[in-house]
Nanobody
């Protein structure tokens, strides 16, 4: 099992930037990919993006492509979500997740085996 802890959330004005971190511990050698999701009040959990753990290949949701960037530091077992040009609609609790096996789709929450506790991001207009 992999344990995940997110950090870096907070309040930012529209157009601003935040960087979230997700520190992994435990059986990290078995991780195939790390994903980021978000959930706004009253809405379903939404895929933000994913990064392959070994090759670092990334994929993003249309709503954040070009504004958000996922990176990883394998030595630190940490994944980052850099969020630029933020919009009020980016307001949500952001979660990182770890998948133990390769999947045909990374956009579904069911593809992931471990989840962090989430960190709140609020973008004011």
């Amino acid at each position: 099992q992999v344990q995940l802890v997110e950090s870096g959330g907070g309040l930012v004005q529209a157009g601003g930037s935040l960087r979230l971190s997700c520190a992994a511990s435990g059986r990290t050698f078995s991780t195939a990919a790390m994903g980021w999701f978000r959930q706004a009040p009253g809405k379903e959990r939404e895929f933000v993006g994913v990064i392959g753990w070994s090759l670092g290949i990334t994929s993003y949701a249309d709503s954040v492509r070009g504004r958000f960037t996922i990176s990883r530091d394998n030595a630190r077992n940490t994944v980052y979500l850099q969020m630029n040009s933020q919009k009020p609609e980016d307001t949500a609790v952001y979660y990182c997740a770890a998948a133990n096996n390769y999947r045909t789709t990374w956009a579904a929450p069911g593809a992931y085996d471990s989840w962090g506790q989430g960190t709140q991001v609020t973008v004011s207009s």
